[in-house]
């Protein structure tokens, strides 16, 4: 184990027997991936370009998204107004602002690829041994999620005949614009579902490092919801989202299955 697990007391799903996780969905950035932040710099930059006047908390409060429903929002913050809702953006903004994030994103992902988080390569392979599937959610379009995957050389199971198989690193991966709406709605955690053939959300454990992770785990009426500190926000802030459990980071996931599955 390499760090605490901190619980929520009563905030556990109560029943006569212990949780049974078929399934664990996680977030990228910030939960599994190491990106040095250049999600949260990228969007703002873009929208600060295109005449927002969001300030860094008010982009900490969209992390997570789907992103062109986050540049939606901050746009809609005009200067001045950190925070209140303003004028809704017109299209053509939000379009020009979404392209040049992605741009800026690729371009910070060039210059310091993505890593894995210390300890996430391992998990989903202690995991999936253990006859748990790991799959991924992300705010992240397709074709962003595409070049993280190929940087960090993970791949993703094809079909049902590759799920648990040691051939390949994931069993599912879900993009915000493969569903109606991105987080806080559940629809990333019930793909996630269908594309692994689980059938109850009672059996999945939904992990993420941003309040938006852990919301649309809740609405998904996910069996554990876990809050992992190796994104932008600490314990305590963090700590005040609904959840079951906080870890240090999805490395100490194995360990805290396995007692939810004993």
């Not at 799903?13 to 999600?39: F, W, Y």
């Not at 391992?122 to 991924?136: N, S």
């Not at 019930?190 to 009672?202: K, P, S």
Request: proline content about 6%; overall charge negative; some cysteine.
């Amino acid at each position: 184990m390499t760090g605490s697990i901190i619980s929520t007391p009563g905030t556990v799903p109560t029943g006569s027997q212990p949780l049974a996780i078929e399934l664990v969905a996680l977030d990228v950035a910030g939960t599994t991936v190491e990106e040095g932040g250049a999600v949260y710099d990228a969007l703002h930059t873009a929208v600060l370009e295109h005449g927002s006047g969001a300030t860094s908390s008010d982009v900490q409060h969209w992390m997570g998204a789907e992103k062109r429903a986050a540049i939606t929002a901050l746009l809609a913050i005009g200067p001045g107004t950190s925070g209140a809702p303003g004028d809704a953006p017109d299209e053509a903004t939000v379009d020009a602002a979404f392209v040049r994030f992605t741009a800026l994103l690729h371009e910070a992902y060039r210059l310091n690829p993505p890593t894995p988080i210390p300890g996430a390569p391992e998990a989903f392979a202690a995991l999936r041994a253990a006859g748990v599937k790991v799959a991924l959610t992300t705010g992240f379009t397709r074709d962003v999620t595409r070049g993280i995957l190929d940087v960090l050389g993970w791949s993703v199971a094809s079909g049902p005949d590759q799920w648990l198989s040691p051939e390949v690193t994931l069993d599912a991966v879900t993009c915000a614009d493969e569903v109606p709406l991105g987080r806080p709605a559940p629809y990333m955690v019930h793909r996630d579902m269908e594309r692994t053939g689980v059938l109850d959300v009672a059996r999945v454990l939904v992990a993420g490092d941003t309040v938006l992770d852990l919301r649309s785990g809740v609405n998904a009426r996910a069996g554990a919801v876990v809050g992992v500190l190796t994104g932008k926000l600490g314990a305590g802030d963090l700590g005040r989202e609904r959840h079951d459990f906080l870890l240090d980071s999805v490395a100490d996931l194995p360990e805290l299955v396995a007692s939810l599955n004993a």
